[in-house]
């Protein structure tokens, strides 16, 4: 009985839906990005991709025989403006969200979205428990923090570091895979000597960084952002401090070099899924190619990518439902998706609306300030 | 032993420059009982106004390292005073006889349209200064790593609050900021201007802060258009520790919470630095409600 009764709100959902679809001549699909803030330049490259990648879609006949229309909202990095960037955006009759960057940032608006049954494709949320709540309309094309832990205890186990310091900056992406590293580490024999914070956003870190130093590790494993990141490589140097570090994959910016100083970043070891440039897909080259002639400049960054295939997957997920209601297009992606050919390669998603199978790399900062893939 | 003195330099390099922002609060305290919220954007100001003029006008390859450095200074100083100015009659001036929330929203006004404005022109991404401008020496005395930068930013702040201190007490012109700070009412009796007053406050309190925009930037490299916000928050802080509305005080105030920051980072806990910084404000404050030296027992916002 309870099963008709939620097939006859579905359907009637669906008939609403369907009005309202007709009445307007374009899709809305939403994005909510970091436009200011601290990572205001994530954000940028998130809006320029996503726009670019509409615009090109809308000269192919945008979706459904209708014109794509992007509604952007500003969520200023921050949990706050993003539950309000949420909000507004379920007013404007969107059919899905692409975004966003920072997982304490999406975890104030996911279930915003989800009680009106939006579909959400995160792009820079990496936060174990994002998608562990049971939120339907909830994705990602960001791989998770413990498949980013495992490849840490990994690739330090390979590079045969065996006292390891631990530094995190307490939001809740940097803490989640500290935490998951740590736990990995030692349970594979390595000796952890030093967990702690840093408080993003200063400017001297000098303090961490004498503190660090006094616990001797071989390595250090710093899970936070890449400002953050060049201004320890730099103040590290300063101190004639030879140990490397490695990197979570926050700090895969090319500003990272430009902050640090080519001497100071050099060696730096990170984790990261494939950069823009060593995506070897046709449509990333092409869309690369596209990119550059826009907007002089090459993406800041894979996250502002993933947000590109968030853009697309709700494409496809709205053509391959012929629908715009959401409880479909989630449907479409959690079941009938298989391999979308994404930018950044093959793109399926599981139950929990995981994306599946293994993205990370290990990169090195070469002595131009170039990042290397390493073949470990 | 070792590493307890290489934090205490940390931490007094850190205080140096939060002193210098906090004389610009404490100042316009002094003299206006009101909270100038847009100082730490006016520091990120001097910051970007730094980097703009050292790579447009090369002065570092003209000039060499020691003068070119010198005249950046000097210009970041005096642009960033105008900016000041310009502030105080555009955003306080009009606000002068209103209730004193009225300036503080003002003030508030003042640093998000300041912020912003900065955003619009030089875009969200960090900027980052040229990395070969200064000398990268590092000292090596008594087992120490003393890099030579943080040595001349240390020196570069005592010897600009010495200088302020010296103007304040001992020109004509400091003691007519003196009286106004007492008594405006009573100090246009005795014939001070008090809006020029007012005025050289609003040039001197920037130009230092600004001052210590541009160090940062030279020093740290990385700046943002947001980092203004950390910075005068530290700032504020410690203009309150050593007493609000006094000058020493704030000198005393930005060194001491940068030396606690580092020592409580060292020996307790780093994430928790901020929390015995502000621990030990609170317990100051319970002890001294005026803060370290501060004596009048004025009213605070």
């Known amino acids: 009985m309870k099963q008709h009764l939620l097939a006859l709100v579905a359907a009637l959902g669906l008939a609403v839906g369907g009005v309202t679809a007709q009445a307007a001549d374009t899709v809305k699909i939403g994005l909510m990005a970091p436009l200011t803030g601290s990572w205001a330049s994530e954000g940028q490259g998130m809006k320029k991709i996503v726009e670019l990648l509409a615009e090109q879609q809308n000269a192919k006949g945008g979706v459904l025989g209708k014109r794509i229309e992007v509604v952007t909202e500003d969520d200023g990095g921050d949990p706050r403006t993003a539950s309000l960037a949420a909000q507004r955006l379920t007013t404007r009759d969107v059919v899905a969200v692409v975004g ?13 979205y989800d009680e009106v049954g939006l579909p959400q494709i995160a792009n820079g949320s990496t936060a174990i428990r994002l998608t562990e709540k049971g939120f339907k309309h909830f994705f990602r094309t960001a791989p998770r923090d413990d498949e980013q832990g495992r490849m840490a205890a990994r690739t330090i186990d390979k590079l045969g570091f065996k006292k390891i310091a631990i530094l995190h900056d307490n939001t809740s992406y940097a803490k989640g895979l500290a935490d998951e590293a740590n736990a ?105 190619a596209d990119y550059q002639k826009k907007y002089n400049e090459l993406p800041p960054s894979i996250w502002a990518m993933l947000a590109g295939d968030g853009f697309r997957v709700i494409v496809a997920g709205i053509a391959g439902a012929q629908s715009t209601d959401g409880d479909k297009i989630a449907e479409y992606l959690h079941q009938d998706l298989k391999d979308y050919p994404g930018l950044s390669g093959p793109i399926s998603f599981d139950a929990k609306g995981d994306r599946e199978g293994e993205v990370y790399r290990v990169y090195q900062v070469d002595a131009e300030g170039n990042f290397v893939l390493l073949k470990l | 032993m070792e590493e307890f003195f290489q934090q205490l330099t940390n931490g007094l390099a850190v205080g140096g420059i939060y002193a210098l922002i906090a004389l610009g609060y404490t100042m316009v305290y ?14 990120t100001y001097g910051a970007y106004l730094g980097l703009t003029l050292l790579t447009s006008l090369a002065l570092t390859d003209r000039l060499g390292f020691a003068l070119g450095v010198l005249v950046l200074v000097l210009m970041v100083m005096g642009l960033v005073a105008v900016l000041g100015a ?46 070969n401008i200064l000398p990268a020496t590092t000292l090596h005395l008594f087992g120490l790593y003393l890099p030579l930068m943080r040595v001349l930013i240390v020196l570069a702040s005592v010897a600009m609050m010495a200088a302020l201190y010296l103007f304040i007490q001992k020109t004509r012109i400091g003691t007519a900021i003196r009286a106004a700070a007492i008594d405006q009412g ?23 802060g ?70 030990v404000l609170i317990l100051i404050l319970i002890v001294r409600p005026t803060g370290l030296l501060g004596e009048r027992v004025a009213d605070k916002i």
């Open chain 2, 30 to 43: 002094g003299v206006l009982k009101l909270i100038n919220f847009a100082h730490g954007d006016l520091f």
């Open chain 2, 210 to 279: 600004g001052a210590a925009g541009l160090m940062v930037g030279l020093y740290y490299g990385q700046i943002n258009f947001t980092m203004g916000w950390v910075y005068g928050m530290k700032a504020f802080t410690a203009a309150i520790l050593g007493g609000i509305g006094n000058i020493p005080g704030a000198m005393v105030g930005g060194l001491l919470l940068g030396v606690i920051e580092a020592l409580g980072a060292a020996y307790l806990s780093i994430a928790w630095k901020d929390a015995i910084a502000f621990l």
């Open chain 1, 100 to 112: 966003t960057y920072g997982s304490s940032v999406t975890e104030a608006s996911q279930a915003i």
């Open chain 1, 184 to 288: 990995l580490l030692k349970s594979q024999g390595a000796e952890v000597v030093f967990f702690d914070a840093l408080t993003p956003g200063e400017r001297d870190y000098t303090a961490i960084l004498t503190k660090l130093k006094g616990a001797n590790p071989d390595v250090v494993l710093f899970t936070g952002y890449y400002p953050e990141a060049g201004l320890l490589l730099r103040q590290k140097k300063d101190m004639n401090w030879k140990t490397p570090f490695l990197g979570g994959d926050a700090t895969n910016n090319v500003d990272l070099v430009k902050i640090a100083g080519k001497e100071a970043a050099e060696g730096f070891y990170f984790l990261s899924p494939p950069q823009p440039r060593d995506l070897d897909t046709p449509d990333a080259a092409a869309f690369l």
């Open chain 2, 186 to 208: 009573a100090a246009r009796l005795m014939g001070i201007d008090v809006n020029r007053v007012i005025l050289l406050v609003f040039l001197m309190g920037p130009a230092l």
């Open chain 2, 86 to 131: 310009i502030l105080e009659r555009a955003a306080y001036r009009p606000l002068r006889e209103s209730p004193r929330l009225s300036a503080v929203v003002s003030a508030l006004g003042a640093s998000i349209f300041l912020q912003n404005t900065l955003m619009l022109i030089y875009g969200a991404r960090f900027q980052v200064y040229p990395d």
